[in-house]
């Protein structure tokens, strides 16, 4: 551990430094994303493709509405918030890091020996192995639904709640990150894990999106001390349109998703830990 | 970082002690002690599941080994996985370290990146590579259309472009026709003889080890079975040149030649295959005992097999 900390510090950039560190991801990044625009129809069909899944997710939230006033104490247009929080974050994560969770594939191809063989660390080396510029369709769903939510909820706005949001989305990535992080962390335990980790991660996804009311007690516990989805979306949404919280959803924590999401992360690193551990332990 | 460039230089590029790896149910090396100088081009060489690619895999920091001790470069490769990706390059024959759907081009830029060459000197070695492996015309295409040999003669140069001390090729020639096998070992022995890069290298081919290898290591059930030149592995274990007879007309088998064995004989006794010990006699000689036999029509020689070699030590030692 000390020499693992000794050499976080040793790589650590200095101010000049930086953008030379960065260099190979942004090239490898830049080459994924031209891959990826190279065939346009086929690049613009999957893009259509992610807005269907986005509306398909809104239209979920839209039908229940149509047929109920409040849902978990939530309007309609509170739940579009959640819904927009959530969703931003979510394509986000999965823009950046959404592959990690096809792992299995990278491991049964010998890919990962690759990984080993070039000097990067090897979660960043995942990180940056691909970028699907696709999911823009999902993420551009859930900015309009975020615009629609805020211009017709009445928010009494001010600095702060702008912050709040800015803080919210950042969190909301890297919790959603962080969830696919160590589900590929787990899928070297597991290497045909992926329902379970799917259930983690589109599992998270889907319990982000909803008012945390409408879970019985256990769960939200774990929705947010444990996979702490509730950060991403819900609690903000209390605390932008000035909604009374409860006793396991008071109203500050809503400020607390930047810890939430280091706590996801600190549980990350260490899945992927021992996930490489493994790996080397039991072989390829 | 803290290691001097060339901190390999006084001790040996790879040191293994004592080296053992278990998996669940196998041992798959088994005391391995080895040391290979800088400089060194070494077969290493084995039946499939011998424990070759497990102990690459512990030379270049994937596997945690079970107990010994590997050092590659000078440096523990667990603990300095990067600093030893740096200083050595690595083909594994069966996978790819190219991006299959960019151009082949790309894959060298970005490779070149990751190892943070500066680009004007990253642009030189790449031309220099690409000439040499006459790969300008697939620069543009995307590695998946790649054939087998253009694919393989890529993998080398891109493991190659941060010229490293230590090149360690697993199978590099398996699969490829014998042009492409050519051409490739000619450029690995102008790469040595340029930069004096060590080389170790598995293969199922004894023309991989005859053209390119000083040294040969022979691994058997995790065991080093023989460490040597290879005109002394053929001495050790009496590895034969096979002389194949065409006859005129069927003829009994010839069982009476002196100091050879028949292996085979087919259609009827027309065509015979003979081996025997270079040490013992010659082609010419096995020929001319034939000779005074039966018309002979047509003969080819066949050299030592390295499947045949492996074989026979493992008899030697008493393993089937």
């Known amino acids: 551990m000390a020499d693992r900390l000794a050499s976080w510090r040793a790589a650590r950039p200095t101010a000049g430094g930086l953008a030379d560190r960065l260099r190979p991801y942004r090239v490898i990044l830049a080459a994924r994303a031209r891959a990826q625009l190279q065939y346009r129809a086929s690049f613009v069909t999957d893009i259509l493709g992610t807005v269907g899944v986005g509306l398909t997710e809104f239209a979920e939230v839209w039908i229940i509405f149509h047929n109920v006033e409040l849902l978990g104490g939530l309007d309609f247009t509170a739940a579009l918030l959640v819904f927009a929080l959530s969703n931003i974050g979510f394509s986000l994560a999965d823009m950046l890091v959404g592959h990690l969770d096809t792992l299995p594939t990278y491991i049964r191809m010998g890919q990962v020996d690759a990984f080993y063989v070039r000097p990067l660390p090897l979660l960043t080396q995942f990180m940056t192995s691909d970028i699907s510029l696709r999911r823009v369709g999902r993420f551009a769903v859930a900015v309009v639904a975020l615009v629609v939510a805020l211009t017709t909820a009445d928010v009494r706005w001010s600095a702060a709640k702008v912050v709040l949001i800015a803080v919210t989305i950042v969190s909301g990535t890297a919790i959603f990150s962080a969830l696919f992080t160590a589900a590929g962390g787990l899928q070297f335990f597991f290497v045909d894990g992926a329902e379970f980790t799917n259930s983690m991660t589109y599992g998270g996804s889907y319990a982000a999106q909803q008012s945390q009311r409408v879970f019985p007690d256990p769960l939200r516990v774990l929705w947010t001390f444990v996979i702490p989805t509730a950060f991403v979306a819900y609690l903000p949404t209390l605390a932008i349109l000035d909604l009374p919280g409860d006793r396991l959803a008071p109203v500050w924590l809503a400020w607390c998703s930047p810890v939430a999401a280091l706590a996801a992360w600190l549980a990350a690193a260490l899945c992927w830990r021992a996930g490489t551990r493994h790996y080397q332990g039991a072989g390829g | ?320």
Not at chain 2, 41 to 48: P, Q
Not at chain 2, 120 to 127: H, K, L, M, S
Not at chain 2, 180 to 186: H, P, W
Not at chain 2, 222 to 238: E, I, K, N
């Open chain 2, 1 to 320: 970082m803290t290691s001097p460039p060339n901190g390999a230089a006084a001790g040996p590029i790879i040191e293994t002690v004592d080296l053992v790896r278990d998996f669940k149910r196998t041992r798959a090396v088994d005391h391995l002690s080895v040391a290979v100088a800088a400089g060194e081009s070494v077969g290493y060489i084995g039946a499939n599941g011998a424990g070759k690619s497990t102990t690459i895999k512990m030379l270049t920091g994937i596997l945690q080994p079970t107990s010994g001790l590997v050092r590659t470069c000078g440096l523990d490769p667990m603990r300095r996985r990067v600093d030893v990706a740096r200083r050595t390059g690595v083909v594994f024959g069966q996978r790819s370290q190219l991006w299959w759907d960019l151009p082949l081009h790309e894959s060298f830029t970005i490779l070149a990146a990751i190892h943070r060459l500066e680009p004007g000197q990253a642009r030189a070695r790449i031309e220099r590579l690409v000439d040499q492996l006459e790969m300008g015309p697939q620069l543009a295409a995307p590695v998946r259309s790649l054939s087998l040999g253009q694919r393989m003669r890529a993998e080398i140069a891109a493991a190659l472009l941060h010229e490293p001390e230590l090149l360690i090729l697993d199978e590099p020639t398996i699969g490829l026709d014998v042009l492409s096998k050519q051409r490739l070992r000619e450029f690995l022995l102008e790469e040595r003889r340029e930069r004096g890069t060590t080389l170790l290298l598995t293969t199922h081919d004894m023309g991989d080890i005859e053209r390119l290898c000083g040294r040969v290591l022979v691994i058997d059930e995790g065991r080093l079975a023989f460490d040597g030149t290879l005109a002394g592995l053929a001495r050790t274990v009496g590895a034969r040149r096979v002389l194949v007879i065409d006859l005129a007309e069927p003829t009994g088998e010839l069982s009476d030649i002196p100091h050879t064995a028949v292996l085979a004989v087919e259609g009827d006794g027309l065509r015979q295959r003979l081996a025997f010990d270079a040490s013992e006699t010659t082609a010419a000689a096995v020929l001319a005992a034939v000779s005074a036999r039966a018309q002979v029509r047509d003969l080819a020689i066949e050299e030592p097999d390295i499947e045949d070699v492996v074989r026979r030590i493992y008899a030697a030692s008493g393993r089937g």
